[in-house]
């Protein structure tokens, strides 16, 4: 073979090996093995009342955002083959993971759905409260303002504790606890209130006098779709005169109302303080399970739930969110299985 017979050669071979390792290349970025370079978009179930589902589908994160309630995605995920459901993994309230995942523990159903991280974002729970009807509350109970308080009040009229009679009936409101994982959280805090502590058992809850004052208090609440909070602040006290939520949803709408409302209306903090807390849950085996966690316990996923509301650790906090109180260490409420008997107990006494 002649010297330049064996370039030719050469330059041959040294043209298929490059063509060989960009073919190698293409595989490996456009492979659907959920890898960073995947096309496909990542799938995230994202409990609406997080308030950062809508932000997280309009960034370019690349996700297919299916937004549900946390307490119905808990029923959900709690039975069956999760796979075939198709998401990589779900973002919700550190409870609600708990409560999914012990009822397939029960069930005895496969661990797919995966140890929720720490907490991403957290809040407080608040009590948003008309002042005039506050100063009235607060006067009534001694001067502490607290679940046990509205509960030995909830449906008594004005009048009769010391209010206007043009007020009507005491009005408390929250989330429905069924569907909604901030109003299960709620329902958790107030149970705390009355008996002062949340170490809660389901024995707890047969208690008389927790059945006869928490029916007063639930049986008092009109459950409408949507954020009862956003209701208080447009229709006013007409529609509640107190309501339990997260700081994440209540403060940033306070902060954006009008003078008026920012005037009337004030946000009470029960002690101890107790708090609503974000996690992730990956679905095991799916594909993108892993990356959609890096992103939403990364920068993207923090700020974005910093942006809503949540008090995140090293990210500026959204207009209204205030320093204090400061959260506490742990979110002082019922564990998921006490949660899971109260609502059990909330169906009872509301019929």
């Known amino acids: ?25 293409a595989l490996v970025d456009g492979g659907s093995d959920g890898g960073g370079g995947s096309d496909a978009a990542l799938s995230l179930l994202c409990s609406g009342e997080l308030g950062v589902c809508d932000a997280l589908a309009q960034a370019d994160l690349n996700i297919d955002v299916t937004v549900a309630p946390a307490g119905t995605s808990a029923d959900e995920l709690a039975a ?12 919700t309230f550190g409870r609600e993971a708990e409560i999914a995942r012990d009822a397939r523990d029960r069930a005895g159903l496969p661990r797919t759905l995966g140890r929720p991280t720490a907490p991403i ?17 607060a006067s009534h109970c001694g001067g502490k303002l607290d679940w046990r308080c509205i509960g030995d009040v909830a449906g008594a009229s004005w009048a009769s504790i010391g209010g206007e ?50 029916g007063r208090l639930e049986r008092s609440i009109r459950f409408d779709p949507g954020s009862a909070f956003e209701r208080m602040l447009v229709g006013g006290p007409a529609i509640y005169d107190v309501v339990g939520t997260t700081e994440a949803e209540a403060a940033p709408l306070l902060a954006d109302a009008s003078a008026d409302r920012r005037a009337q209306l004030r946000l009470l903090y ?38 809503a509301g949540w008090r995140v650790d090293g990210e500026p906090r959204a207009k209204g969110i205030p320093a204090k109180p400061a959260l506490p260490a742990r979110p002082n409420l019922p564990n998921a299985g006490s949660l899971e008997a109260l609502l059990e107990t909330w169906r009872e006494v509301t019929g």
Request: aromatic fraction near 8%; proline fraction near 5%.
């Open 165 to 214: 009679s043009a007020w009507g009936t005491v009005k408390p409101g929250h989330a429905d606890p069924a569907a909604n994982g901030d109003g299960l959280l709620v329902i958790g805090q107030a149970a705390s209130d009355f008996f002062g502590r949340s170490d809660l058992s389901r024995d707890d809850y047969t208690d008389d006098a927790f059945l006869d004052w928490f």
């Open 80 to 91: 069956g083959d999760l796979r075939s459901l198709g998401y990589d993994g779900w973002l």
């Open 270 to 307: 029960p002690s101890p303080v107790a708090s609503a807390d974000v996690v992730y849950v990956p679905i095991t085996g799916a594909p993108g399970a892993g990356e959609l966690g890096d992103i939403l316990t990364g920068d993207d996923g923090r700020e974005a739930l910093a942006a």
């Open 121 to 137: 974002g957290r809040s407080p729970l608040v009590l948003a409260v008309w002042k005039d009807r506050g100063d009235v509350l």
């Open 1 to 25: 073979m002649t010297v330049v017979a064996k370039r030719l050669l050469a330059l041959v071979v040294a043209l298929a090996l490059v063509g060989a390792a960009f073919g190698i290349r």
